[in-house]
Structures are given as C-alpha cells and as structure tokens.
C-alpha cells in the first residue's frame, strides 16, 4: 500500500484515486497501518459530499418534515421531497411516489412482508424466496407464514452459487403470489436474474419483490426496466448514512399495501374506533423519519450517478476479478461464482484451515477490515457445509493494492496456524 | 495490541493439538451450545464421580480461541470437586471481563487466554466452553442432564 493510487486511473473510467480523497476515513491507520476497508458489504465509507449534506441540514435547515408551518420546516420538507425525487430518479422509478422511506432494507423487507402479506395472502398461498437471501428476507416471510396460514417455499442453489432455476415450474405455480429474491448475494455475490425471475413471477399472476441491499449500490439499476413490482434498498450500503433507505413500489401495488407502523403523520383522520391513512407512499412513513439521514442517501445518490454506476460496476468487476484470481492463487475455497461478470464484489472465501474469526483477527493487526461469520445468510452456510466464511468486499474507493495488501496478511495467518 | 498477546504458543498448542476431544460413552452429563455468532460449536461430557469430576471430554468446531478454551478446560478441571469447578468457571469468566487476575497455580494453561480481553468481540468464543461445562454441572442433579442453549 503506498500512495500509487494517486495516480492510478481505473481502465473502467473511475478515477480511485480522486474518489479516496472523498473519504476521509480512509486516511486513518489502524495501529501503524493504512486502513484496508474491505467490509462495504457490511457498510459502506462515507465521503465529504454526504457528510457534509447531513451536516449542513442539521446546521441550518433542521426541522421535522410535513409538519412546520415556519420556514424551517418548508426547508427541512422540500430537503425530505428532494431526497425522495432523487431517489425515484436513481432506482428509474417513474414517480417520486412510487418511494416509500424506510430505515433501511430490513424494515423494506419487513413492510413487504407484513404490509402486502398479510392483506394479500391466505391459506393455500405460496410465499416462493431463495436459498439465497439474507435473513432479513427470510424471516419476515416465516413471520407472516405463520400468521396467514401460507407456505414458504425455497428456490434451491447450484453447487457453483447460481440460483437452481431448473424446477422453477414446480416451485412458482399459480399457487405461488409473491417472488422475493435478492438482486445480488451478500454471502455469495451471485446477482440474479431479476427481470427473467419478473417475466416468470408475472406470468403466473405472482409479484415479485426485489432485495436490493447489494444490488443498488454496486450496479446500474432501473425498476422499470426490470418490471420488479417492489423493491427495498439500505442507503449506508451504499455511501449514504445510516437509518436510510426505502421501498419501491409501483403504484397500483403500494396502494394494495397496510401500513406497517401505525403513528405520527400517516394518517388521514383519527376516531375513536378507527383511522384512515394517507395514500401511499406517506401511509408507510409513521412518526418522524430520519430525514438528515435520506437527505444524505440523496447525496449519495448524486455522488454514485457522478461516478457513473455502470463506471461503478466495471471497476468492481475488475478488482474481484483480480481478487478472486489472487485468493485462488493463494490456496483459497471460493464460495459463489468465479466469473466476474455475473457477481458483485461480496467474495467469500475460506483461507486453508484457518478459521474466519482467527483470519479476521490477523488481517486487522495488518489493518485490512473483512468480514467473517454467516453473513445473516445461515442457508447458505448450511448449503456449502461452512459454519462461517471470510469476506471481503470491495467498492468504489477500493484498489488492487489493497487486495495485495490483504493477500500478504493471509500469508501471516498461515504462518501462525499453518 | 500484538498478536502475540492473543495467538500464544499454548493457545496454538491446545488448538492444534486439543486435549481430551472425544466423546465420553455413559457420560451422564452432556450439554452443548453454540454461539450464532460464528458458528462456534461445543458439546461436553463429564463423568462425575460423588463430588468429584473425574472426567471431561468435548467435542465441537471453531475458531482457535474457543477450541483451545475447551481443551483447557478438560484439563483443568479433571479431578476437581463440582464446587471447584463452577467457581473456576466463574473466576475465568471473571477473568474475561477484566475483573479478575488469575490465580496462576488453579488456571494454569488457561493463563494464556487471558490476551483475549483485548479483543472484546473473541470473548465470546473464549467463555463458550465454560458456559457449557457450568449448564452441564448445574443440571447433574436431573435425570437428563442433556440440555442445549445459545450464548
């Protein structure tokens, strides 16, 4: 690690070295080393540009969105809007109606589950998700399962990481009313193919709901090109603050929706025996929002399309390409597809016989910050036999030095355990 | 922070090389857990003999640190009354949380384990053993001491 990358120019059209000195964080040494911040998958960086959003609403603009009737108030609702513009801009969504704020992709999933669930399934219903998701996109559908009396079934994984879609026509019948897969794997990187998996959802008179954790921040994307129903994304994924997100809807399926959260300003009037709401998305959005918070995504947002996201993407493909050639080289397991083209940069790996937590623990005296454990995807796990796997991830302010940079400190864990 | 302080030899040693890993036939005391967090997993046998463990055994996968906590453990506390055991157990748990300095003569090898508190989030993969053996003692009252819990 050295100061190259100010001069490096990514062949995908990122200049990375620019990019870094967005990020102040990236600066900092763990113990006497640069940090080496391969856990974007966990969370990302933040650079300048969003801390600085977050800063100067809170500065001058602070106050409770749709709610003052003062000047603060106005600012801090036309901020909150504005967010919600720039959001439906980014995702390719045809309104910023279509977007309902969340406090990230769990509380999207969540809402999806409860929200369009429980009004729209029953005994006999199918609920159809993957081997492949999250936790955040398996719980919540055991929890409405179990409430509305319909089945959850699982979509299967290849030995080589890729949806098994081989008995998709057993799996997603006319019994099945909700597909709910993620865009790309957290644990594996697998990006899956959503518009096939829309085409097949619709065809059956299914929606299909989209988890988006990894998908948005790391590729281009556009809901309606795509023909997804509903969607969650998490904006600290994706170099926004923490506590943003939201859930995209097409309209027709938003307004089918119960709120999840009952409250604060979601609500048309109030009796004694009942409450109507607001029309969606402001029916989802009870009590008061993290508004700072999506001002910042907002920011983020802006940032990323600055980059180019597919400018994003190429350079992510590039440095996992490069990493999993390394780990390979290396005498490391990889888990998930080996090409490049068809995964994002979440590459999990089992280094010899040493044990992710002991390799975690190694790395970071050496200042290279990866992830080990499950992941919040246990079915994976269980799948590919592991209890736990490391795993790096990489993002836009990510270099092959510091791919180097980890390859070298796997070499020490080896020396101690080997 | 080194990681001398957290991989010492001994640690190494027990982990490379566990002490009693084996399952214990008639072993009337038998308990596992697991820590979600990582995947950590420990089973342990004991055979107690009146007031007297006479013998401890443990089976499980995971990382150094937890792997080598349980086969100090069996060594520790073979021979040891049930009494003797539990307050070991809890004065290494004592010692995990900073709060007590190792008494060397009755911890021994475990001495070792003493660099994890420097890694707070490794803690929990140093106590998982213990958790066990105390859950296994604990129940050697009951008819089935097969029990299992998540820390």
Redesign the interface.
């Known amino acids: 690690m050295s100061g190259d990358v100010e001069t490096m120019h990514d062949e995908a059209g990122l200049d990375v070295g620019a990019v870094r000195r967005d990020f102040p964080v990236l600066g900092r040494t763990v113990g006497e080393h640069p940090l080496v911040y391969l856990d974007s998958a966990a969370t990302s960086q933040k650079p300048n540009q969003v801390i600085e959003a977050v800063a100067e609403f809170t500065r001058h603009h602070n106050a409770n969105a749709h709610r003052g009737i003062h000047m603060l108030g106005e600012e801090a609702t036309q901020a909150y809007e504005g967010a919600r513009a720039t959001v439906a801009r980014f995702l390719g969504a045809p309104e910023p109606e279509c977007i309902a704020f969340t406090r990230g992709v769990t509380e999207s999933m969540n809402l999806v589950a409860q929200g369009w669930g429980r009004t729209h399934l029953r005994e006999g219903d199918e609920i159809l998700i993957t081997e492949m998701e999250h936790h955040s996109n398996i719980v919540p559908w055991q929890m409405t399962a179990a409430v509305t009396g319909a089945a959850l079934r699982y979509i299967p994984l290849t030995d080589d990481g890729l949806l098994d879609l081989s008995q998709l026509g057993s799996l997603l019948t006319e019994r099945t009313k909700i597909l709910s897969v993620t865009g790309m794997s957290n644990a594996l990187g697998t990006i899956t193919p959503v518009r096939q998996l829309a085409d097949a959802a619709h065809a059956v008179g299914a929606v299909i709901a989209v988890d988006a954790a990894q998908l948005a921040p790391h590729s281009p994307i556009d809901v309606q090109a795509l023909d997804v129903d509903l969607l969650g994304f998490t904006g600290h994924k994706m170099l926004g603050p923490t506590a943003s997100g939201g859930l995209y809807g097409k309209r027709e399926v938003l307004e089918s929706m119960e709120p999840m959260l009952g409250g604060g300003e979601m609500i048309h009037e109030v009796f004694h025996d009942h409450s109507t709401y607001k029309s969606a998305p402001f029916k989802f959005e009870a009590g008061t929002m993290p508004v700072a918070q999506q001002v910042g995504l907002a920011a983020a947002m802006d940032y990323l399309e600055t980059l180019g996201m597919q400018n994003v993407r190429a350079h992510e493909e590039d440095i996992t390409r490069y990493a999993i050639d390394r780990l390979l080289d290396a005498g490391a397991t990889v888990y998930g597809p080996k090409d490049a083209s068809i995964r994002g940069g979440a590459v999990s790996f089992w280094y010899r016989d040493v044990h992710p937590h002991d390799l975690a623990t190694v790395l970071n005296e050496e200042g290279v910050a990866i992830r080990a454990g499950h992941h919040c995807a246990q079915l994976v796990m269980r799948r590919y036999g592991v209890p736990a796997t490391a795993r790096a991830s990489f993002y836009v302010y990510n270099t092959k030095q510091e791919v180097d940079a980890m390859i070298s400190a796997l070499d020490r864990a080896g020396n101690i355990f080997g | 922070?080194?990681?001398d302080d957290?991989?010492k030899e001994v640690i190494?040693d027990h982990?490379k090389n566990p002490r009693n890993k084996r399952e214990l036939p008639g072993a009337e005391l038998r308990c596992h857990a697991n820590n979600?967090?990582?995947?950590?997993?420990i089973t342990v046998f004991a055979h107690v003999e009146g007031e007297t463990v006479a013998e401890v055994t443990f089976q499980g996968?995971?990382?150094?640190?937890s792997q080598s906590s349980a086969s100090m453990m069996t060594e520790a506390v073979t021979g040891s009354s049930v009494e003797d055991s539990i307050a070991l157990a809890a004065s290494f748990r004592g010692m995990m949380a900073g709060e007590v300095e190792p008494d060397e003569e009755s911890f021994g090898d475990l001495v070792a384990l003493k660099g994890v508190v420097q890694?707070p989030i490794?803690i929990k993969?140093a106590v998982l053993a213990w958790d066990v053996l105390q859950d296994a003692l604990a129940g050697s009252g009951t008819a089935d001491g097969a029990r299992s819990h998540t820390v």
Do not use: F, Q, V, W
């Open positions: 922070m080194a990681l957290i991989y190494l982990y979600p967090l990582c995947g950590d997993e996968a995971g990382c150094s640190i890694y490794r993969c």
